[in-house]
Nanobody, 115 residues
Framework: QVQFVESGGGLVQPGGSLRLSCAAS????????MGWYRQAPGKQRELVAF???????KYADFVQGRFTISRDNDKKSVYLQMSSLKPEDTAIYYC?????????WGQGTQVTVSS
């Protein structure tokens, strides 16, 4: 059974940093591309970044150069290092397969960027 548990969110001032973690359960983690997604109030869920099984990564234009996605297959985990945070980055952040599989949405972790 596949399950993703996100953690690491919180309240941070503009310009600050956070590191999100996603722990996966189930088998075969290393062969799947993984993504970070976010959903702001009143907006649709959107892709932030994804990382392939070969560790290649791509980012949405709005986080290019500020966020870094990484993975540790031994720990079945994927991470999102966020820096230079902006108020518009405020959202609930989720991890999932890439492309997303609606069966596997977790609770997400809230990131709030505010002074």
């Amino acid at each position: 059974q596949v399950q993703f548990v996100e953690s690491g969110g919180g309240l941070v001032q503009p310009g600050g940093s956070l590191r999100l973690s996603c722990a996966a359960s189930g088998s075969g983690f290393s062969i799947y591309a993984m993504g970070w997604y976010r959903q702001a109030p009143g907006k649709q869920r959107e892709l932030v970044a994804f990382i392939g099984s070969g560790y290649s990564a791509k980012y949405a234009d709005f986080v290019q150069g500020r966020f870094t996605i990484s993975r540790d297959n031994d720990k079945k985990s994927v991470y999102l290092q966020m820096s230079s945070l902006k108020p518009e980055d405020t959202a609930i952040y989720y991890c999932n397969l890439y492309p997303r599989d609606v069966r596997y949405w977790g609770q997400g972790t809230q990131v709030t960027v505010s002074s």
